[in-house]
T-cell receptor, first 117, second 110 residues
Framework: DTEVTQTPKHLVMGMTNKKSLKCEQH?????MYWYKQKAKKPPELMFV???????INESVPSRFSPECPNSSLLNLHLHALQPEDSALYLC????????????????FGEGSWLTVV | SQQGEEDPQALSIQEGENATMNCSYK?????LQWYRQNSGRGLVHLIL?????REKHSGRLRVTLDTSKKSSSLLITASRAADTASYFC??????????FGRGTSLIVHP
């Protein structure tokens, strides 16, 4: 089962709301990722978790707050977002962080479409 | 982190024809991956090729890597309407975290 599940599929939120995006995988993967993708643009890395610890934060504004409660779950907490934050948010996982040049296939979920009004 | 750049940005072909997309990058890499994305959907992993490999096949897909030219190509043979999608290359350098290029939009006309 190579599946990463994201909920909700669509989310509309006001600029003063607090909401969360959720991601789940049951492949035993120990690395999990959040990417942001604007229309007709490539996915941009936001955060990487390795063994439930934040490994990479690509200078993402603090209004985005990631959380990894356990090895299967990854959340992205949203607060005080701006309309320009509207995008497709993609969660992904891999067996581990790539090491030694071997690489690890990254599996993506279907994404959560976020609209900030 | 570096980024691959796909070429062409858009490609329109007839069903049954072959489609070739290219990806160029600037510095040395550890591996390069190709992904497909249908409109508004998640990314589907197609092939990973390591820096010490020159060619890999998967079904109708053939990927080549030329590290001397810092480029890779993805060939889809006997294309089908269902191959219509955006195709991204993602390169991994020192950090091993893939960085995506801007993608090639492929349209296959039935």
């Amino acid at each position: 089962d190579t599946e990463v599940t994201q909920t909700p599929k669509h989310l509309v939120m006001g600029m003063t709301n607090k909401k969360s995006l959720k991601c789940e995988q049951h492949m035993g993967h120990r690395a999990m990722y959040w990417y942001k993708q604007k229309a007709k643009k490539p996915p941009e890395l936001m955060f990487v978790y390795s063994y439930e610890k934040l490994s990479i934060n690509e200078s993402v504004p603090s209004r985005f707050s990631p959380e990894c409660p356990n090895s299967s779950l990854l959340n992205l907490h949203l607060h005080a977002l701006q309309p320009e934050d509207s995008a497709l948010y993609l969660c992904a996982s891999s067996q581990a962080l790539p090491a030694g040049g071997s690489g690890n296939t990254i599996y993506f979920g279907e994404g959560s479409w976020l609209t900030v009004v | 982190s570096q980024q691959g750049e796909e070429d062409p940005q858009a490609l329109s072909i007839q069903e049954g024809e072959n489609a070739t997309m290219n990806c160029s990058y600037k510095t040395s890499i550890n591996n390069l991956q190709w992904y497909r994305q249908n409109s508004g959907r998640g990314l589907v992993h197609l092939i990973l090729i390591r820096s010490n490999e020159r060619e890999k096949h998967s079904g109708r897909l053939r990927v080549t890597l030329d590290t001397s030219k810092k480029s890779s190509s993805l060939l889809i043979t006997a294309s089908r309407a269902a191959d219509t999608a955006s195709y991204f290359c993602a390169v991994s350098g020192g950090s091993y975290i893939p960085t995506f290029g801007r993608g090639t939009s492929l349209i296959v006309h039935p």
